[in-house]
């Protein structure tokens, strides 16, 4: 019993020691977390409550920023240009992700072709992708776009400048630049289905499109649900590149929810006001994030 008792103490004060080697190992980046994620965000929910323009002494106002953020016209319609936003682009990636793993799961050098032309957007800088688009979508005669519509008979449009179409075009460039990563992941989940399930259904006389509906699709529904999750908290974050391409317009055409906390805190140096538009999105990221977690 006592040789049992020090090989319980000897064992415990083994534990205790991984215990502190690992905190010791993991405190530099639990530090860094600290001041570059719990602190903002502390701060972030704190000035919320303020009237502060960064230069004068912060003034406590309660709900007010709240209040006037939620009978700003604008602010309704920075959520509800977010939400199409994401709702289509998560829609369009999910579809066309499927579709073309699907298509391009099969050996062969076309195969592989085709996946490695969607992946290259993937794989390109956001600035660069962005500048590519910007040629393809530019108001100018000689953009790509421009001259498919002139070889059709359709007169050229200004694309990214037309508020009525400003939002399709950063749409599509989305579309355009992540169905590439979409259609890895889906390839990635196609090679896991074991292929007794494929031809089983082929044995009881299966069609093509059967066997994808009846069997592909329910089996790849965890990694659907995960891309859904994924490019719907992408969506709502989605900054850079509207940025980049529109800075939010023509007018307020394209001005999502993070482009509308970046417009009054540092455009008019509002920061008590874009800190509540700010506590607002990270609570409906917060909830995609949640439902990711519990999914996964």
């Not at 889906?186 to 082929?202: E, H």
Request: aromatic letters at 16%; charged letters at 10%; proline letters at 5%.
């Amino acid at each position: 019993m006592q040789a049992k008792r020090n090989f319980m103490m000897i064992g415990g004060g083994l534990q205790r020691q991984e215990r502190k080697a690992g905190l010791l190992f993991i405190s530099p980046t639990l530090a860094l977390y600290t001041i570059f994620f719990w602190v903002p965000l502390v701060l972030v929910f704190t000035v919320s409550f303020m009237k502060w323009d960064m230069f004068n002494p912060m003034e406590f106002v309660g709900l007010d920023n709240y209040k006037k953020l939620f009978s700003d016209p604008y602010f309704l319609k920075s959520v509800s240009i977010s939400l199409i936003y994401t709702l289509s682009t998560t829609g369009f990636l999910v579809f066309f992700g499927m579709m073309f793993a699907i298509l391009f799961n099969r050996p062969g050098p076309v195969a592989f072709l085709g996946r490695m032309f969607f992946f290259m957007t993937a794989i390109l800088p956001l600035i660069s992708a962005g500048a590519i688009w910007v040629w393809i979508t530019g108001p100018e005669s000689y953009s790509a776009l421009n001259l498919l519509m002139s070889f059709l008979g359709i007169g050229k449009k200004k694309w990214l400048a037309d508020p009525h179409l400003a939002l399709l075009c950063v749409i599509g460039f989305v579309v355009w630049k992540d169905t590439g990563f979409n259609t890895l992941v889906y390839t990635a989940g196609l090679r896991g289905i074991p292929s007794v399930y494929i031809d089983a259904g082929k044995i009881d006389g299966a069609s093509r499109f059967h066997i994808i509906k009846d069997i592909i699709v329910p089996l790849l529904r965890p990694i659907t649900l995960f891309l859904i999750i994924t490019n719907m908290i992408n969506g709502w974050n989605v900054f850079t590149i509207v940025w980049f391409l529109t800075k939010g317009g023509p007018g307020s055409a394209t001005r999502v929810l993070p482009a509308y906390v970046y417009v009054y805190g540092f455009g008019r140096f509002q920061f008590g006001f874009a800190s509540a538009s700010a506590v607002v999105l990270i609570s409906i990221v917060l909830v995609f994030t949640y439902i990711r977690l519990r999914r996964l």
